[in-house]
């Protein structure tokens, strides 16, 4: 167990709609980044959050959007949803140490 | 902009022999070097990493990984493979400016055979 947590664990949902995904870091872990590993694209970086400010961007589309919160949870928002969006979402955290760690991932499938 | 490589897509080896997943890096300056391992319907899990001092490296689980500088190569060895070490396996590296970020290779699908 990483000590990074992400709900839900699976969701289903239709194109055109919009989802959240939640993710909770380690305990004293200040940056959240988020992943999404599909089968064409593999693992690519979205977007790092460092006590509650965007750090970077990455492979991020427009119509996805991220915040941390005070208690430095963070949720992925992803809206007007295709098929090509189905993947796994993981998010990561780290401290001061060099490693991130992974939570468990959401598998996000869009029909 | 920093990258990695993993040349083979699946390394199949039998449970007892030596197992190496092979990893080259791209990066401008020194790199930070890690390998996290995916078991189905799993997260990533961490294995090793290099920062800096020797170049061989010891992670979890056994495996052990090789910096090479002058090869700008970071393989991940485990001197005998169990069946249990089937997974997929990442290499990574990770951008030492602002952000942080890390950037996987493709992964390497690993099959230990009894």
């Known amino acids: 167990d990483s000590g990074v947590t992400q709900t839900p664990k699976h969701l289903i949902t239709a194109t055109g709609q919009r989802v959240t995904l939640r993710c909770s870091p380690r305990s004293g872990d200040l940056s959240v980044y988020w992943y999404q590993q599909s089968l064409d694209q593999g693992l690519q970086f979205l977007i790092q959050y460092y006590n509650g400010e965007e750090r970077a961007k990455g492979n991020i589309l427009e119509r996805f959007s991220a915040q941390q919160f005070p208690d430095l949870h963070s949720e992925l928002n992803l809206s007007s949803l295709e098929l090509g969006d189905s993947a796994l979402y993981f998010c990561?955290?780290?401290?001061?140490?060099?490693?991130?760690?992974f939570g468990p991932g959401t598998r996000l499938t869009v029909t | 902009a920093q990258s990695v490589a993993q040349p083979e897509d699946q390394v199949n080896v039998a449970e007892g022999n030596p197992l190496t997943v092979k990893c080259t890096y791209s990066?401008?300056?020194?790199?930070?070097l890690f390998w996290y391992v995916q078991y189905p319907n799993r997260g990533l899990q961490f294995l090793l990493k290099?920062?800096?001092?020797?170049?061989l490296v010891k992670g979890s689980y056994g495996f052990e990984a090789e910096f090479n500088k002058s090869q700008t190569s970071f393989h991940l060895k485990k001197p005998s493979a169990l069946v249990s070490d089937s997974a997929l396996y990442f290499c990574a590296v990770r951008d030492n400016s602002n952000d942080y970020k890390l950037s996987f290779g493709a992964g390497t699908t690993v099959t230990v055979r009894a």
């Open positions: 990561a955290s780290n401290g001061s140490h060099y490693e991130q760690y």
């Open positions: 290099y920062i800096t001092g020797d170049n």
């Open positions: 990066v401008s300056g020194n790199p930070y």
